[in-house]
């Protein structure tokens, strides 16, 4: 956030610079090997190794291409362990001195970061607008703190995939990483939306089997058990103009039985993690299913 170098941050709005705002951050000053850069394709912020100002209403910031490429991930994936995201110390410093990130303590001497309101504010401020394409999303705080430790684990994962993908398709493009919470909020809006406007609804879901099973498959979602399920998060990516994607879910230690059998039906990308330990942290790797059988 702005300091008395740089005088009062209303002399930096927005609005007094139409010539010059908002800037476009040459995509030549992409990383085409950092993951993270995929979470930045809707954003105009800075790319480069030097900080520069960024405006956000009456706020100025100083951010350089690492703190950004730091927000992005962390607000499209609520948290990330600070161990994933390997950031300079200074730039953590940073981000945390402008109050666009909080700390979180994961145990084991470990801590994550999400976004601040104020952080999240940014990246939506600075998200680009493209023709009938959804934008990337972006969360502040934590929504399910019983399951900080699952959640904390998933970015890890994003990097394993996006290498495996690319191996796959050379030219891919990530679009955007959807969480299961978004998935499923769509899901509750089709379920609700017979009852829209009707005062006499008992909130029951207006939807019948078939008309829940062709959502599912319209989704790309597998419908069994009289249920849809839903992966831990969604990558939409881009193949020659075909629009694809890849379902992944995470696997803790306590997936086990049933439910293991059950996740093994949906044709998720499994990955597990191992219980923190002695040993020190295990980051989440891909298995097959006959491990939790």
């Keep these: 956030m702005s300091d008395a170098r740089w005088s009062d941050p209303r002399d930096y709005d927005a609005r007094d610079h139409s010539d010059e705002w908002p800037r476009v951050y040459d995509a030549r000053d992409r990383d085409g090997n950092d993951p993270r850069e995929a979470l930045m394709r809707d954003l105009d912020l800075p790319r480069g190794d030097e900080r520069e100002l960024v405006v956000d209403r009456d706020r100025v910031y100083e951010l350089d291409g690492e703190g950004s490429r730091a927000l992005a991930a962390v607000g499209a994936f609520r948290i990330v362990p600070e161990h994933d995201l390997d ?31 104020e952080g999240r504010n940014l990246l939506d401020s600075h998200s680009l607008e493209r023709d009938h394409e959804p934008s990337q999303t972006f969360y502040a705080g934590v929504s399910r703190s019983r399951e900080i430790d699952h959640d904390s684990n998933l970015y890890a994962t994003l990097p394993q995939e996006e290498a495996r993908l690319r191996d796959e398709h050379p030219d891919l493009e990530i679009r955007r990483i959807i969480l299961e919470q978004d998935l499923k909020r769509e899901y509750q809006e089709f379920l609700q939306e017979p009852n829209r406007d009707r005062p006499d609804t008992d909130g029951r879901p207006g939807r019948d089997e078939n008309e829940v099973r062709d959502w599912a498959r319209e989704h790309d979602l597998p419908y069994f058990d009289d249920h849809v399920h839903f992966p831990d998060y969604r990558i939409e990516y881009e193949v020659d103009g075909r629009e694809l ?19 093994a039906n949906t044709g998720f990308r499994i990955y597990v993690v191992a219980s923190r330990g002695s040993g020190g942290r295990s980051g989440p790797r891909p298995r097959g299913m006959e491990e939790f059988l």
């Design 87 to 117: 950031l300079p110390h200074d730039t953590l410093e940073n981000l945390h001195a402008q109050s666009l990130v909080e700390l979180v303590d994961l145990g084991e001497n470990e801590r994550g970061l999400t976004l601040t309101t």
């Design 245 to 263: 994607h890849q379902d992944v879910e995470l696997f803790t230690p306590h997936y086990r039985g049933a439910h293991a059998v059950s996740r």
